[in-house]
C-alpha cells in the first residue's frame, strides 16, 4: 500500500451496502471518496428539470458540467453544485429514483461522465462506488470489490430507509418492485452493464454487518 494514488472500487446493485461501506472504508484510509451514482442522479435531476433532450448532446454536457456544476471529492462523500447550490435531497426524488436507470443507459451520457471520472485519478487516493467502477471507469484499480445481497434484503434495507419521509400503502412491496426494475436494466443494458469485475472479490452482505463487511476489505487491503 505504498504505492501513489491506490484505487478501491466498490461495485454491486441497489442497497448492497456499498455507500454505507464505501464511506466507512474512505473515512478510515483518509482517501476520497467518489459516489458515482450522485453524478448520475444528478444527470437525471437536470433532465428533468430542464424537460428536454439537450444534456444527450455531449457537447452542451460537457459545456454545462464545466461553466454550472462543481464537484466536491471529501473522504465522507461527493458533493455536487449547480449554480453553487448544494444537490442533495433532489438527488434522492422519487422522480429522480424512476428515471435514472434510463438515462444512465444513454450512450453519450455514460462516455462523458466515465472520462470525467477518470479525471479525478491522478489527484488522490480514491474509493469509487457504483456499478461499473471495477470493469470500465477504473480497470486498473488496484483492489476491485463487488457486494451483493438477497433481494428481499436490499429492498428492506431501502423501505427502512424511506419509511419515515414516505408513507404509502404497499409501500415495501413498490420498493421490492423498484429494485427489481432497477436491477433488470442496470444488469440488461446494452453499455457498461452491472456485472462481476474480472478479479473482483465477492462479498454477499445480506447476512453481515456494513463493520463485518468494512473488516473484510481492509484484510483484503492488508495483504497487498
Ligand atoms: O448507487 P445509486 O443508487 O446512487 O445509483 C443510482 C443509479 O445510477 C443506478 O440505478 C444506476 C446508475 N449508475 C450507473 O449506471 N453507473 C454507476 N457507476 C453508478 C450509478
Redesign the pocket.
Given at each position: 500500500m505504498n504505492k501513489k494514488n491506490f484505487i478501491i472500487t466498490i461495485d454491486g446493485p441497489?442497497s448492497s451496502g456499498?455507500?454505507t461501506v464505501a464511506r466507512i472504508i474512505s473515512q478510515k484510509l483518509n482517501f476520497l471518496l467518489l459516489?458515482?451514482?450522485?453524478l448520475?442522479?444528478a444527470v437525471t435531476y437536470l433532465w428533468l428539470e430542464f424537460q428536454n433532450k439537450f444534456l444527450e448532446n455531449l457537447d452542451n454536457l460537457k459545456k454545462f458540467f464545466e461553466q454550472e456544476i462543481k464537484i466536491e471529492l471529501l473522504p465522507s462523500g461527493t458533493n455536487i453544485y449547480w449554480k453553487d447550490k448544494l444537490l442533495k435531497d433532489e438527488l434522492r426524488s422519487k422522480e429522480v429514483e424512476e428515471k435514472?436507470?434510463e438515462i444512465?443507459a444513454i450512450k453519450e451520457i455514460r462516455n462523458f461522465l466515465t472520462e470525467f471520472m477518470r479525471s479525478f485519478i491522478n489527484r488522490n487516493n480514491l474509493v469509487a462506488e457504483?456499478?461499473?467502477?471495477g470493469n470500465v471507469v477504473f480497470p486498473e484499480a488496484d483492489l476491485k470489490i463487488f457486494l451483493t445481497a438477497r433481494e428481499e434484503i436490499r429492498a428492506k434495507r431501502r423501505y427502512k430507509q424511506i419509511i419515515g419521509k414516505e408513507k404509502r400503502k404497499n409501500l415495501y412491496k413498490e420498493v421490492l418492485e423498484n429494485i427489481k426494475v432497477?436491477d433488470r436494466l442496470?444488469s440488461e443494458r446494452e453499455i457498461?452493464p452491472l456485472i462481476i469485475p474480472e478479479g473482483a472479490y465477492v462479498i454477499d452482505t445480506s447476512y453481515l454487518t456494513p463493520e463485518e463487511v468494512v473488516e473484510k476489505i481492509l484484510q483484503k487491503i492488508r495483504q497487498r
Open positions: 441497489a456499498k455507500t459516489e458515482s451514482g450522485n448520475y442522479r435514472v436507470s444512465s457504483g456499478r461499473d467502477m432497477r442496470d457498461a
